[in-house]
């Protein structure tokens, strides 16, 4: 039996004796590239911690600007982009606002909080006192997202700059609309203490008070946010700014 068995065990002993070394070299190689595919991957983790942590951690503009320069690869950084132009706004820093809420569209065309940065833009301009161009992004965007969840916060700056534009009945229009097509939106007692106060204001013309303007992280837009080293979206923050006035 083990006669027979020696002629294949010296063809297994000539194969290694020719192809040892190469196959040595291959396996030495596939470990290199395992062990530097780990090692890339453990990178990408810590990074990602690293900005989750810092990410919750930021208390002003600056803590933010560094999460968007430094973790660019992240998740993270493009949310800190909006935390960040909502902070400006906040300072009333309008044209760096509008720069920040500008520039994440353009640099994150199909982001699922782009349309926060759309109609955060627009509220820029209406509080900069472009409250044509406004009213027209605003009707744009009412008119496109009839379902959206930022639909009454457009509509409400449609109907301020309508009424900023000498246009009274048409923001009142927009109010009675809403009201009489929406009578279960959580969004109903805003819309009606608008039109009153708007009623007010058309009624005593020669009394008529300013016409708010957006107030500062008066409206919230939660976004999904994975907390502190853990990347499942189970938290919650506040990103927007945007106004109910």
Same mark, same amino acid.
Not at 44 to 50: A, F, I
Not at 59 to 67: A, F, G, K, M, T
């Given at each position: ?18 192809? #040892? ?17 780990? #090692? ?200 927007? #700014?945007?106004?109910?006035?």
């Amino acid at each position: 039996i083990f006669s027979a068995e020696l002629p294949e065990l010296e063809t297994i002993k000539d194969f290694f004796q020719e192809y #040892g070394n190469t196959l040595a070299y291959g396996l030495a190689a596939v470990l290199i590239a395992v062990l530097v595919v780990s #090692g890339w991957q453990a990178h990408q983790k810590s990074k990602l911690r690293q900005a989750a942590d810092k990410f919750w951690a930021a208390r002003n503009v600056q803590d933010l600007e560094i999460i968007s320069e430094d973790f660019s690869r992240t998740p993270y950084a493009p949310l800190a982009m909006l935390a960040s132009a909502k902070e400006y706004f906040n300072l009333g820093k309008y044209s760096q606002a509008l720069k920040k809420y500008s520039d994440f569209q353009i640099q994150n065309p199909t982001h699922h909080m782009v349309d926060v940065a759309r109609v955060g833009e627009l509220h820029c301009r209406e509080a900069m006192g472009q409250a044509a161009e406004a009213c027209e992004g605003f009707k744009a965007f009412v008119a496109r997202n009839a379902d959206h969840y930022l639909m009454p916060q457009a509509l409400l700056g449609e109907a301020r700059c309508l009424e900023v534009l000498s246009r009274p009945q048409e923001s009142k229009a927009l109010y009675e609309e809403f009201i009489s097509t929406h009578t279960n939106s959580r969004w109903m007692p805003k819309m009606k203490e608008n039109l009153k106060l708007l009623t007010r204001r058309m009624e005593k013309p020669a009394v008529t008070a300013a016409v708010p303007m957006p107030a500062a992280a008066a409206t919230s837009v939660a976004l999904p946010i994975p907390a502190p080293t853990n990347v499942t979206p189970s938290a919650m923050i506040d990103l927007s #700014g945007f106004q109910t006035k």
